[in-house]
């Protein structure tokens, strides 16, 4: 049961409304920040997620809604659930091995665009925007020990989140 934070909710939301959903923003990214045990993942999880159904969209529908802890290797985390997504197959190997080689390459101008580009290919991707919710977002300091990957994961968010358009969002804790 989640009770207790609702005042907080309702700021999350109205934070993702502002920042998320309007048109011209340069950058669809919400942090829930607050020290160890503070509720960040509870408040979005069990807050932000259902509150997203009292909220106008700005014209899209109800998100398709991705939720992860990045772990040891956050691209593969990632390319997983973004697999599984994509074919609605709960064990999406073929799939989420493409994904994860396009997140992982940088383009011609050397820019990690893999996961916008995959945003734009995901099925009603015009209709449907794509919200990420990274929990536990430190794991990928804390855990994942290649700066290559850290970095290209951090990038491929980043890029994606600025992308004028807005198919995709981006919530960590």
């Known amino acids: 049961r989640f009770f207790g934070r609702e005042k907080v909710t309702e700021k999350v939301l109205d934070a993702f409304s502002r920042i998320c959903l309007e048109p011209g923003g340069s950058l669809r990214l919400l942090a829930i920040l607050g020290p160890s045990g503070s509720g960040k993942s509870s408040v979005a999880r069990a807050g932000l997620l259902p509150g997203l159904a009292r909220i106008s969209l700005g014209g899209f529908k109800a998100p398709r809604v991705a939720v992860l802890t990045p772990g040891a290797h956050p691209l593969e985390e990632l390319a997983n659930i973004l697999g599984h997504m994509a074919t609605d197959d709960p064990l999406p190997s ?31 991707a015009g209709q449907y925007p794509l919200l990420l919710l990274i929990d536990q977002f430190e794991e990928i300091y804390s855990l994942c020990e290649k700066m290559i990957e850290r970095s290209s994961f951090i990038e491929n968010l980043l890029r994606a989140a600025s992308e004028p358009e807005g198919r995709i969002s981006v919530v960590i804790t």
Not at 106 to 123: C, F, S, T, V
């Open 94 to 124: 073929g799939k989420s091995d493409e994904l994860l080689e396009i997140m992982k390459k940088p383009n011609d101008q050397g820019e990690w665009d893999g996961l916008r580009r995959i945003g734009d290919m995901m099925p009603g």
